[in-house]
């Protein structure tokens, strides 16, 4: 069985389904799995028995990471070495996401597994601090870390986009920080793809020969501005119009309190040379998304 948390969240409900055909599938939210409790964690693992858990769930606001640092490094930063613990009990593995948000994005390039991590705010360190946990207990493990997650579903910038173009407001976003938007769908379909290559599904001591750190995003890179004016581009006519009026900005300038990485691009050669596939440039997926829209 395979246990999937964040079951809502804009990664998780996309777990769901492509994970759909390698066996049977649990997936839990905040209720039924608090990650900031640590007995519930370990009681509901003991019952449940999965042979892998797929970890989607996550304490993701940034700026609300600041303020409740204590919360942010329960769920982010404890929570995965807990799980981690109770499925090595069971001798299964564990699929858990994190993000570039562990380094400071002041390299100019794109940032590869090999490069020393240096959060620059208490999310990075709460998703740093998550990794160490798991590395630590040493089970059968992937950790996929992903940038500028976005879909249909969910809080996500082209929803924000979207809906703020929608109500007549303004759209002012930075033209100084470097991104890949990936969707949701394709980091789930990635993940389905590799628990089928490897077999790890059925037999999660498999991933033991690729365990480990990989970078997981959409190929190409972008601005938020641009990513923004993409998006209005592909949209239906009376939102469409919009696009011209979407205004740069440099991010010192704007109203999000917590830093960003400037540069969020993630090297994903490693995850391509090791499982065969990558995930296409971000306009691709963005025009089938918007179709979707
Ligand atoms: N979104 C991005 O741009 C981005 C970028 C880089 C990496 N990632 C990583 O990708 C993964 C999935 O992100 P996402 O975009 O799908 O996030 P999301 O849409 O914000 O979903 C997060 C999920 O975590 C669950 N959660 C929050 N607090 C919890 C708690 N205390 N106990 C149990 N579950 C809790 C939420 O459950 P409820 O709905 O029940 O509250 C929600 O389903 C995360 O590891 C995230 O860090 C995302």
Redesign the pocket.
Known sequence: MILI??????????LRRALAPLGPITA??????????TGAIRRVIRKLRPTIVV???????LDNSEKQGE?AM???GA?PAIIADEVKRLGGGLV??????VFDGVKKSAYDEGDPPRPASVYGES?LAGEAGVRGVGLPHLI???????GV?????LRATLETAAAGLPLRESNDQRGAP?W?RL?AEATALVLAQTGAAQRPDALEDYGGTYHL?AAGETTWFEFARAILQRAPAPLRAYEAQVMPLATREGPLRTRRPANALLDCTKFTETFGFALPDWRESLDLVMEEW
């Open positions: 948390t964040g079951k809502s969240g804009q990664l998780g409900w996309e839990v939210d905040a209720t039924e799995l608090p990650l900031e409790d970890n989607a769930a996550a304490h993701t606001d919360l329960a769920i982010n929570a858990h996401f994190s993000t570039g948000c998703r996929f870390r992903t940038n500028w997650v976005y579903r969910g809080k996500n910038f990936t949701s980091v995003s």
